[in-house]
């Protein structure tokens, strides 16, 4: 059986090559079809993986309160979405001291300056930092980890201390091969010093979160001042199966710190974890679906073109199938050639296809700063998709060519 399969690819690698151009044609159209199934998939898992990843990481028993419904901008009650009041410190603040559910921690925070630039010493920054003014239980709430210092404690956050935790970015850039912990940074005149350095946290749709400084909220209220500010309220329950209370009780507080009657619409959003987890895994499965079809589809116009190139060769090659039979090559050996054949020139598409779909898959991650994850189902997908091109392509060609009869296929012209 060994030698009959050596044998055979001998000869099909033989007839591949005196027909080099054929070959060449037929592997691209292959390797394009390959390359979108992957190219596809990669992109749609990496996509996933970064949107997905950045909720999950809050844990399944935690919920948002702001201005904002952000449901709504992930495709749902997008007719309804309308712009409420800020949530102003003094309602943030009356929430917190409100809410009694219990094991609850409640954090506050807000954005206090995007486009800032931070100096250390002799080097600065691009104007691209956003400052946030924050408490003690946003790091936890927010599923953040200092990877280096510690995190705010109350002493902090009471004291107005000139302390900040920065984002892993800042360890390319500004203390590039110097340790941040303790070192003085300067925002807009202002010194803080660095306590803390957040585990890295990638990007998402272009918002590079690791670039983030935080700073202590009271702090962040007298340094940087605006109308209007908005502040948003995170909330992290002890036990996931009490969520659902927690909620309602979240909302009826809510309702009162904004001086709601009982016929009134809510003017604020609440967003929990575990919903947007579910919501973005429904987008992502369309995208996958999506996926597949587009997929299904070229790699459907492949095998066509992949068995009409077959069917060509049997018929270029009657004449030598008719030498074959009559020296004693049976219809099993010659539809195993062409077979062979087959799945060589498959095995090569899909190889240059999966290469070029993963490149693809890479670019985009390298484009929009994510982490690049290898897409296991789509390098599956492909395994199984040469299986059955080669099967599909390959099968009637090789039936036809080991029907044919010896004596006819001799006075082939």
Request: glycine residues 8%.
């Amino acid at each position: 059986m060994f030698n009959l399969l050596r044998e055979n690819t001998k000869i099909a690698l033989g007839a591949i090559k005196s027909q080099m151009l054929r070959t060449i044609l037929t592997v691209l159209i292959i390797g394009i079809g390959m390359c979108a199934l992957v190219g596809v998939l990669a992109c749609v898992a990496v996509i996933e993986n970064s949107v997905t990843g950045n909720f999950a990481v809050m844990g399944a028993n935690t919920f948002t309160i702001s201005r904002y419904d952000l449901s709504e901008q992930i495709g749902r009650n997008r007719r309804n979405a309308r712009v409420n009041e800020v949530i102003t410190y003094p309602q943030a603040k009356q929430f917190q001291d409100d809410y009694a559910f219990p094991v609850s921690t409640v954090s506050l925070s807000f954005r206090a300056a995007s486009g800032a630039e931070v100096k250390f010493g002799e080097k600065k920054t691009d104007p691209e930092i956003t400052i946030i003014g924050a408490d003690e239980n946003y790091l936890p709430n927010s599923g953040l980890e200092a990877e280096k210092g510690r995190n705010f404690n109350s002493f902090d956050v009471s004291n107005n201390n000139y302390v900040c935790i920065i984002g892993s970015d800042f360890e390319k850039g500004l203390f590039k091969d110097v340790n941040p912990i303790d070192k003085t940074i300067s925002i807009r005149g202002a010194r803080f010093k660095v306590i803390g350095v957040l585990k890295a946290r990638g990007s998402t749709f272009g918002n590079r979160q690791d670039l983030n400084v935080i700073i202590p909220i009271q702090l962040a209220r007298s340094l940087f001042t605006a109308p209007n500010i908005d502040y948003e309220i995170k909330a992290s329950i002890g036990n996931r199966d009490m969520l659902n209370g927690a909620v309602d009780q979240a909302i009826l507080t809510m309702r009162r710190v904004r001086g709601l009657s009982p016929m009134q619409k809510d003017n604020f959003g609440v967003e929990r974890s575990d919903e947007l987890l579910e919501s973005l895994a429904e987008d992502t499965q369309v995208l996958n679906t999506a996926a597949w079809v587009i997929g299904i589809i070229t790699i459907f116009g492949s095998s066509v073109a992949l068995m009409n190139i077959m069917m060509v060769s049997v018929t270029e090659r009657t004449r030598e199938i008719g030498v074959r039979k009559s020296l004693g090559a049976t219809k099993n050996i010659v539809a195993m050639q062409f077979f062979t054949e087959t799945l060589i020139i498959c095995l090569w598409g899909g190889a240059i296809g999966v290469v070029l779909g993963l490149l693809i898959g890479l670019g985009i991650a390298a484009i929009m700063g994510i982490a690049f994850v290898m897409p296991w189902v789509a390098l599956i997908a492909a395994l199984l998709t040469i299986v059955v091109v080669t099967i599909v392509s390959g099968l009637y060609p090789a039936i036809k060519a080991a029907a044919l009869d010896p004596v006819e296929a001799l006075r082939y012209e």
